[in-house]
Nanobody, 122 residues
Framework: QVQLVESGGGLVQAGGSLRLSCAASGRTSSTYVKGWFRQAPGKEREFVAAISWRGDSTLYADSVKGRFTISRDNAKNTVYLQMTSLTPEDTAVYYC???????????????WGQGTQVTVSS
């Protein structure tokens, strides 16, 4: 089993930045694709970004491309999401996920964190 714990969420003004972290423990997940998802009130969970296990490939939702950056430090079993130029539309609970199988473009996310709240005020 892999446990994922997100941190770094909070309240920020529009135009500001936040850095989310997701620490993994338990079974080693350094070779897993990792991803970030978010769920805004009244909406379905949506994909935000993903990173390959080596960190040499990344994928972003169009809505965050150019503003968010996903990275990972396998030595620390941690994946990050640097968020800049935040807007109120980015307000959501952000979840970290890990995929123990599947290719980078079609990962099967089977481990999820509890989420961290990000609120962007206008």
């Amino acid at each position: 089993q892999v446990q994922l714990v997100e941190s770094g969420g909070g309240l920020v003004q529009a135009g500001g930045s936040l850095r989310l972290s997701c620490a993994a423990s338990g079974r080693t997940s350094s070779t897993y694709v990792k991803g970030w998802f978010r769920q805004a009130p009244g909406k379905e969970r949506e994909f935000v970004a993903a990173i390959s296990w080596r960190g040499d490939s990344t994928l972003y939702a169009d809505s965050v491309k150019g503003r968010f950056t996903i990275s990972r430090d396998n030595a620390k079993n941690t994946v990050y999401l640097q968020m800049t130029s935040l807007t109120p539309e980015d307000t959501a609970v952000y979840y970290c996920a890990a995929a123990s199988s599947g290719a980078f473009t079609t990962p099967r996310y089977d481990y999820w964190g509890q989420g961290t709240q990000v609120t962007v005020s206008s």
